[in-house]
C-alpha cells in the first residue's frame, strides 16, 4: 500500500486490510488478471491504495516490454462511467430543467422516429427502452464521429418491446449525452467537467483521452478461452475494439470513461457525501440523488442475460451473492465496466471501493473476484 494510505485512520482493522490486500495480490500472482488497482475510502479517509502486475505489454506479441500498474496507471473503464451520464441526467432534473418521465424525443426530437416517439428518459435510464445498438456498437472505427452516430440512433429501431429489460452497453451514453446537449447547450464532455467534475473536485475523470495518450492507458485483455457473449452473440474482434484509438478518443458516455482506481473510488465517496459542491451544499437534490441510487427495476436482462437490480444509471446489490459482497449487499450501488472492473458505495459502512484491472472474464466471474474484496473491506471495519 502507499504510504499515504491509513486503515485505522479510516476505522479499519489494518491485519484485516493486510489480509485484504494480500486476497488481491494473489489474485493477480494466479493469473485473474494481469494487473490492476484497489481502492478504499471510508468516510473520505483513504483506506487501500494498492496496484500491482502489468499494465501493458503483458502478452509477448505486443512487441512492449511490460508496464508496472501503478497506482497513478489510467485505464479505460468502459461502462463503469455510466453513473456519471445519469449523474449529468440528475443535476438538470434537480435543476428543473429536465423532466425525465417525458420521451426522449421531447428534447431530442430526431430520435422519435422508428417507434420510438414513446421511449422516455426514464426508459433509457433503467435499460428499459428495448433498444439494443448491436450494429452501431460492432462499428466502433465511427465512434468519434458523433453526428454520425446519434443520425444512426435517431434512425434505429427498437429491438424489444419498450419496457423489457435489455441493458444498452453504448446506447445508453449517446442518447442521454445527446439529451443532455440539447438542455444545456453544452457537450457531455463540458457539461460533465463545468458542471459536476470541476466544483466536485473529480478532475481526475475524462471521456476519453488525445490520441498522443492513448498508448499511456493500461491495455484491455480478454482472458477467457471462449469470446465473450452477448445476447447469445459472440464478440469477435472484442480485444481489438477495446484498445482502438477509435474506442479510447471518443467521447463514449456510457463505455468510454478513462481515470484510476482512485479517481472511481472519489466518485463514490463524494455520492455518499451527498454530492457536495465547492461550498458544501449539495450540487444534487437529495431526493433526486436517492431516486438514482436506489431500487427502481429488477429482471434478468436480455442482453447480458443476468438477472440485475437498477437504480438510475446505477447497479444495485441484493440478499445473495453478488459482487459487491456475498450477502446483503442492497443498500449498495455502483457499476462494472467491461468484465473486468467495479466501483461501488457501501452505504452501510460509508464505504467507497473501486477494484480496476485489465483481465476481462466471462461476467458471472466479477462475482467470485469482487465478492471476497467487499466482504473483506465490511468485516475490516471496526467502527
Known amino acids: 500500500m502507499t504510504a499515504h494510505a491509513d486503515p485505522a485512520r479510516a476505522g479499519l482493522a489494518p491485519d484485516r486490510v493486510e489480509k485484504l490486500v494480500a486476497r488481491f495480490r494473489r489474485q493477480q500472482l ?3 488478471f494481469p494487473g490492476g488497482q484497489l481502492v478504499v475510502l471510508r468516510r473520505g479517509v483513504l483506506a487501500v491504495d494498492e496496484a500491482c502486475g502489468v499494465a ?11 508496464a508496472p500498474f501503478s497506482a497513478e496507471t489510467r485505464s479505460c473503464l468502459f461502462s463503469a462511467g455510466k453513473p456519471l451520464a445519469a449523474i449529468a441526467v440528475a443535476l438538470l432534473e434537480s435543476r428543473g430543467l429536465l423532466d425525465v ?4 424525443a421531447a428534447y431530442f426530437p430526431e430520435f422519435g422516429q422508428n417507434g420510438k416517439s414513446e421511449i422516455t428518459v426514464l426508459d433509457v435510464l433503467l ?3 428495448g433498444l439494443w445498438l448491436r450494429e452501431i456498437e460492432r462499428d466502433y472505427r465511427s465512434f468519434g464521429d458523433w453526428q454520425l452516430i446519434l443520425s444512426r440512433v435517431a434512425a434505429a429501431a427498437p429491438v424489444y418491446p419498450r419496457g423489457t429489460l435489455a441493458y444498452q452497453p453504448f446506447g445508453f451514453g449517446w442518447i442521454l449525452g445527446e439529451v443532455v446537449q440539447r438542455v444545456s447547450s453544452l457537450p457531455i464532455e463540458e457539461f460533465l467537467q463545468r458542471e459536476l467534475l470541476a466544483p466536485a473536485g473529480l478532475q481526475d475523470l475524462r471521456l476519453g483521452v488525445p490520441p498522443a495518450e492513448v498508448r499511456s492507458l493500461a491495455r484491455s485483455y480478454w482472458l477467457d478461452d471462449k469470446p ?5 452473440e459472440e464478440l469477435t474482434g472484442f480485444e481489438a475494439a477495446q484498445n482502438s484509438v ?3 478518443t471518443a467521447v463514449l458516455p456510457g463505455a468510454g470513461l478513462v481515470g484510476t482506481a482512485r479517481s472511481l473510488a472519489a466518485f463514490y465517496a463524494w455520492l455518499l457525501a451527498g454530492a457536495p459542491g465547492r461550498g ?11 431516486s438514482y441510487v436506489t431500487r427502481q427495476t429488477s429482471g434478468t436482462d436480455r442482453t447480458v442475460r443476468i438477472p440485475m437490480v437498477l437504480g438510475r444509471g446505477f447497479g444495485l446489490g441484493w440478499r445473495w451473492p453478488h459482487p459487491y459482497g456475498w450477502w446483503n449487499t442492497g443498500s449498495c450501488y455502483g457499476h462494472a465496466g467491461n468484465f473486468s472492473t467495479l466501483a461501488w458505495a457501501d452505504p452501510s459502512t460509508a464505504s467507497a471501493i473501486a477494484i480496476v484491472t ?18 473483506a473491506v465490511r468485516a475490516a471495519c471496526v467502527d
Open 30 to 32: 494466479e493469473g485473474v
Open 56 to 66: 501493458r505489454g503483458w502478452r509477448r506479441e505486443e512487441g512492449d516490454a511490460p
Open 101 to 104: 418521465s417525458r420521451p426522449v
Open 127 to 129: 435499460h428499459r427502452s
Open 228 to 232: 465473450p457473449r452477448l445476447g447469445g
Open 246 to 248: 477509435e474506442h479510447l
Open 280 to 290: 458544501g451544499a449539495p450540487l444534487i437534490r437529495p431526493e433526486v440523488l436517492r
Open 358 to 375: 485489465n483481465g476481462n472474464r466471462a461476467p458471472a466471474k466479477l462475482v467470485t473476484r469482487c465478492a471476497p474484496i467487499g466482504s
